[in-house]
């Protein structure tokens, strides 16, 4: 199963809202997860089986979807929020898509 | 406090074997798969591979198969990855991090071990 993000790169500003896709080519029921990477960090998880947020991960971020298609939202940006994210999934494989950077516009 | 304390960095030829560990701490050994994931300069993520602690059970992706052992030690509450036949391909940053089991996802990371290879 290949895990397809898009788009690669996102071109925001500060309190803009982004919207992030990850495909499957197989249904993967919810069992997807969403990561956040900064320079020099290891991951973070932001969202856990498509739509539970993390602990301590602020309200402003969602996930939503299932079977193939799958949304992570960041409602309004904050400069911190300026990284990569991945999503991945769960099974006989946890594969991770190839990422989404946001960038600041 | 969970922790994930990861091996220092090495350099290897190619063809040699690398051993990098990580040791956990702040919580029951048994109860997380490790999972080791890496990164190679400037790009994204790779799964490799995870290892239940309570069985020794591993689960690999099928490019790893054949060249990489997961191993737990669970008195010295220790997970260690070998990687053999190394190429400059796995020049990489090599990240443990820990599930609750096949039903989470992983959600405590180690800071990395870098791993060079270079003749």
């Known amino acids: 199963i290949v895990l397809t993000q898009s788009p690669a790169t996102l071109s925001l500003s500060p309190g803009e809202r982004a919207t992030l896709s990850c495909r499957a080519s197989?249904?993967?029921?919810?069992?997807l997860a969403w990561y956040q990477q900064k320079p020099g960090q290891p991951p973070r998880l932001l969202i856990y089986?498509?739509?539970n947020r993390a602990t301590g991960i602020p309200a402003r971020f969602s996930g939503s979807g299932s079977g193939t298609d799958f949304t992570l939202t960041i409602s309004t940006l904050e400069p911190e929020d300026f990284a990569v994210y991945y999503c991945q999934r769960r099974g006989n494989s946890w594969t991770f898509g190839q990422g989404t950077k946001v960038e600041i516009k | 406090e969970v922790q994930l304390v990861q091996s220092g960095a090495e350099v290897e030829k190619p063809g040699a074997t690398v051993k990098i560990s990580c040791k956990v701490s702040g919580y029951p050994f048994i109860d997380y798969y490790i999972h080791w994931v890496r990164q190679a300069p400037g790009k994204g993520l790779e799964w490799m591979g995870l290892v239940d602690p309570e069985d020794g059970e591993t689960l690999f992706a099928q490019k790893f198969q054949g060249r990489v052992t997961l191993t737990a030690d669970t008195s010295a509450k220790t997970v260690y990855l070998e990687l053999s036949s190394l190429s400059s391909d796995d020049t990489a940053l090599y990240f443990c991090a820990r599930s609750p089991g096949s039903s989470g996802f992983l959600d405590h990371w180690g800071l990395g071990t870098l791993v060079s290879v270079s003749s």
């Open positions: 197989q249904r993967i029921s919810t069992s």
């Open positions: 089986d498509a739509s």
